[in-house]
């Protein structure tokens, strides 16, 4: 690849994107996984800002534990990048989220909280919705997330096709994909180009109500009706069923003899706030680990040894 600009010509290797430029400012970002010698093709992904017109180029730093590089803009300004390293010890890239939504959002907005506050070495690069007036599309526009429609409506031209969406997901360069109260079955064609990288949050302890037509204030109601004791949020990877993929975390919480279908929504949804921050941070640090037979677990962040 090949940048040109006014003041100065950067010849590019291909794994690198030019991200954005302006008169003032040159954005890089190397997309290699791969090792390399080079530090444009590092293993972890990075994102370089400089000015044109004082950019002298990059060189790999030496002496360091970490993977990094150093951008040296003239003799009296030198700034390092260097790989960061996880709570658990382990290096991990910051990973790039797509969250998908039908309705308020609450998740979406809880996981979105955690990043701000640092407690989520991620950052969410896109929303997907069904419903483009919905609360959860109207946050990710008050906080400078871009949102895609997704599918195609009928009433109108909004809405983008299933292989426009993989096109735009992969653009934006998305490791994980978190259905946070969307209602739209995910395409087969989505499920087999993000294999075990999409994850939903299901309002009961699955396998038990869940499937097609549960969803909401209905799964809270059969729960209640069947006189189970205990319910709960279930975290799972997504596969080409409604709620038959790989159980990654749960949280148990008690059915109370004199709930409403409200207060036992209430109790479920503060669980579910919490799980899926402690599961996407999880995702983040790479911490998930998956066992012989196919199942899901996550490797403790304060003690790297435990597995749950």
Known sequence: MEVLTSSIRIMLPSPTGLIDSSPKCLVLRSASRDASSSCLGLKQRQTLKKTYSSFNGVVPTAGRKNLGFECRCDASETETYVETKTASGSSARRKRLAVFVSGGGSNFRSIHEAIKGKLVHGDIAVLVTDKPGCG???YARDNQISVVVYPRLKSSSDGVSTSDLIAILRNYEVDYIL????LK???VELVRQFPKSIVNIH????PAFGGKGFYGMK???AVIESGARYSGPTIHFVDENYDTGRTLAQRVVPVLADDS???LAARVLEQEHKLYVEVVSALCDDRIVWRE???PLIRSKENPEKLY
């Open 185 to 187: 079955l995910i395409p």
């Open 203 to 206: 309002p009961s302890l699955l």
């Open 293 to 295: 037979d196919g199942v």
């Open 261 to 263: 279908v409200e207060d």
């Open 136 to 138: 959860g599309a109207k």
């Open 179 to 182: 259905l946070a109260g969307f």
């Open 219 to 221: 799964v809270h109601k």
